[in-house]
Nanobody, 116 residues
Framework: QVQLVESGGGLVQAGGSLRLSCTVS????????IGWHRQAPGKQRELVAA???????QYADSVKARFTISRDNAKNTVSLQMSSLKPEDTAVYYC??????????WGQGTQVTVSS
């Protein structure tokens, strides 16, 4: 069974930093897409950052130069370092991963709140 276990998140003041981590079950090499979405109250879920097929990275325009996605293959973990946080970054952040055989899975979500 595929599991995505998230950690990190919390409350931070504007301009601060937070780090989210997502550990996937099994080998990280079994997933061809892995990354983060977020959903703010009253808004649709949107892509934040991801490693895509072929190993490239993709970022939402709103987070470029502020957020960095990274991976530790030995630990089957993908992390999202968020810097220069803004109140508009407040959302529930979801890890997601597409397993090559089993399909798309989501983490339980972790709240990020940025106070002004």
């Amino acid at each position: 069974q595929v599991q995505l276990v998230e950690s990190g998140g919390g409350l931070v003041q504007a301009g601060g930093s937070l780090r989210l981590s997502c550990t996937v079950s099994g080998s990280i090499y079994s997933y061809d897409v892995i990354g983060w979405h977020r959903q703010a109250p009253g808004k649709q879920r949107e892509l934040v950052a991801a490693f895509t097929i072929g190993g490239t990275t993709q970022y939402a325009d709103s987070v470029k130069a502020r957020f960095t996605i990274s991976r530790d293959n030995a630990k089957n973990t993908v992390s999202l370092q968020m810097s220069s946080l803004k109140p508009e970054d407040t959302a529930v952040y979801y890890c997601y991963a597409n397993h090559q055989r089993l399909g798309l899975f989501w983490g339980q979500g972790t709240q990020v709140t940025v106070s002004s």
